[in-house]
C-alpha cells in the first residue's frame, strides 16, 4: 500500500503587491520557501449583473509578477494569490482588491523604464482646455520600489496649449539650469481653463513616474550640478496658482 500524501499546506505568499493600471492589474509577490513549493495561483472574482460571483484562474505559475490585462477601467475586481505545492495542498491564500483606471498621461507611461531621454511628454487632451499646465519633479516611487528621493523635488514648471510637450535637456527654470540624468522623475498635469490670466485649472490629470537607466556619456559630468540645483528646490507637486510665464 502506497503511504499516504502529506496533506499539509505550503506556506503562503508573502510581500503581496497589487496596483491598478489603464485596464489592467499589476501584481508582485514572494513565493514560500517551502521545500515542496510547485506553484502560484491567482483567481480573480467579478460580480456579474445577477450579482452571482464567479470565479476564473488567471494565472498559474513559478513566478513573482503577473499583469492582468482586459480589465474594465473604474470596476472593483478581487483577487486572491495562492501558494500550491506538489501534493496539491493549497495555502489559504492572500486576498487583494484592485480598482484599474484609465491612464490620462501616457508618454513616459507610469512605470517606464528609460534607456534615452524622453523627446516628448505626451497626455490626453481636455476637450475644455485652453492650455495646460506640466510639472516635472525628479524622485518619486516607481512601480512597487521606494526610490532615495522619497520627496520629489520641482525641476520644471511649464504651460503648453496642446496636449504634449516637446522636451530638450538642458533646460533653465526659475534661473537655473538643469538637465536630467539617470534616476527616477515624476511629472504632472492640470488643464487649465479660459484665459491663462485666470489661472483657473481644473483637477490634476493624472501623474506619472518613470526612470532614466542610462544617459549619453557627456551628461554624466553635469548630473552633480542638476542635483545640487534641486536640492534647493520646492518639494511636493502642487497645483499652479497663477498663468505667468514659468
Not at 497626455?123 to 512597487?144: C, E, I, R, S
Not at 532614466?212 to 497645483?239: D, F, K, L, M, Y
Request: aromatic content about 10%; proline content about 8%.
Amino acid at each position: 500500500m502506497p503511504p499516504p500524501k502529506e496533506n499539509k499546506p505550503p506556506g503562503a505568499v508573502t510581500n503581496v503587491q497589487a496596483k491598478g493600471g489603464d485596464g489592467r492589474a499589476i501584481f508582485k509577490w514572494t513565493n514560500p520557501t517551502d521545500p515542496d513549493f510547485d506553484h502560484t495561483e491567482i483567481t480573480r472574482t467579478t460580480s456579474g449583473t445577477s450579482g452571482v460571483a464567479t470565479g476564473a484562474v488567471v494565472y498559474s505559475g513559478k513566478g513573482t509578477t503577473y499583469t492582468d490585462k482586459g480589465l474594465q477601467n473604474g470596476n472593483q475586481y478581487r483577487y486572491a494569490l495562492v501558494s500550491v505545492d506538489k501534493n496539491g495542498n493549497k495555502s489559504a491564500g492572500v486576498a487583494i482588491v484592485v480598482v484599474p483606471k484609465k491612464a490620462f498621461l501616457k508618454t513616459p507611461a507610469d512605470g517606464a523604464r528609460l534607456k534615452q531621454l524622453p523627446k516628448r511628454f505626451v497626455w490626453l487632451a481636455d476637450p475644455k482646455a485652453a492650455y495646460y499646465n506640466l510639472q516635472l519633479y525628479v524622485g518619486g516611487t516607481l512601480l512597487f520600489k521606494s526610490t532615495a528621493a522619497a520627496n520629489p523635488q520641482k525641476i520644471l514648471s511649464t504651460w503648453t496649449t496642446a496636449p504634449f510637450l516637446v522636451f530638450k535637456s538642458p533646460w533653465k527654470w526659475e534661473g537655473r539650469s538643469y538637465k536630467m540624468t539617470k534616476g527616477v522623475y515624476t511629472w504632472y498635469v492640470w488643464p487649465g481653463y479660459g484665459a491663462r490670466e485666470s489661472a483657473k485649472y481644473g483637477p490634476i490629470m493624472g501623474s506619472a513616474t518613470f526612470q532614466i537607466t542610462s544617459v549619453p556619456a557627456n551628461a554624466e559630468g553635469e548630473a552633480e550640478e542638476a542635483q545640487e540645483a534641486v536640492v534647493r528646490s520646492a518639494s511636493g507637486p502642487r497645483r499652479p496658482s497663477s498663468g505667468a510665464s514659468p
